[in-house]
């Protein structure tokens, strides 16, 4: 990984096949962007010949996939040189695909997008075949604190996430990563990194609404082949 500087913007640049960069906190913030100024942006930095940003609902609704609505929390895409951002502030922005396919999938996988099966959506058309996923900036199980009913929210879509959950001065924390990571290793799909930045953690990099409630702005993870 490398940190890019571009005029007055700061990325992360995690890998070239495919393209993933993610916008950090910069002179200028690249979430405060038009669509507009976004793709000029990315072009004249990345070479990028168009690029898409959703309205994003924590749902299940995926570009390119359904049709009838226009609010999407994921994509899929196969245009090469064509980047979608996956917009955060602690959630998960989980990146998926086939290099020699030139498939790749972008998904928001907060607990609701998850719990309502996203990536299992994502993931039902076995000719996609997807082989590697980089899970993305969130916030990390030391500081996802959670209450019982977020536990039982879970249970009304029939899952149980105790193995998720860890105790520690009274208080319960959950580890949203390893919920992701569960549900890709049944694909047999490989993830390409061990950890993953923690957006709460790392004021200095990343944008967290746990932490700057409603002051906070949005991390971008763009991709592309």
């Not at 962007?33 to 168009?50: P, T, W, Y």
């Not at 040189?81 to 498939?103: F, Q």
């Not at 061990?194 to 002051?215: A, G, L």
């Amino acid at each position: 990984m490398e940190v890019i500087d571009f005029k007055d913007y700061r990325f992360l640049k995690v890998c070239e096949s495919p393209n993933i960069v993610i916008s950090l906190k910069s002179e200028k913030q690249f979430c405060d962007q038009d669509k507009e100024g976004k793709h000029n942006l990315l072009n004249r930095a990345f070479g990028v010949s168009a690029f898409n940003e959703f309205v994003q609902v924590h749902g299940t609704s995926i570009f390119n996939l359904d049709s009838s609505t226009n609010e999407y929390d994921g994509y899929i895409e196969r245009e090469l040189n064509v980047a979608n951002a996956i917009r955060t502030a602690d959630c998960i922005p989980l990146i998926l695909w086939n290099e020699r396919n030139k498939v790749i999938i972008g998904l928001h996988c907060g607990w609701r997008g998850i719990a309502s099966g996203i990536i299992e959506k994502a993931l039902q058309n076995d000719e996609l075949g997807i082989t590697h996923a980089y899970i993305g900036p969130h916030i990390s199980k030391d500081h996802f604190e959670v209450k019982r009913d977020f536990i039982d929210s879970f249970q009304e879509y029939g899952l149980n996430i105790d193995r998720y959950i860890t105790v520690r001065d009274g208080k319960m924390y959950m580890d949203l990563r390893s919920l992701c990571e569960a549900k890709l290793h049944e694909k047999h799909i490989k993830i390409i990194n061990k950890e993953s930045h923690c957006s709460y953690r790392e004021y200095d990099q990343f944008f967290s609404w746990r932490r700057d409630k409603n002051q906070s702005l949005r991390n971008l993870t763009i991709a592309w082949f």
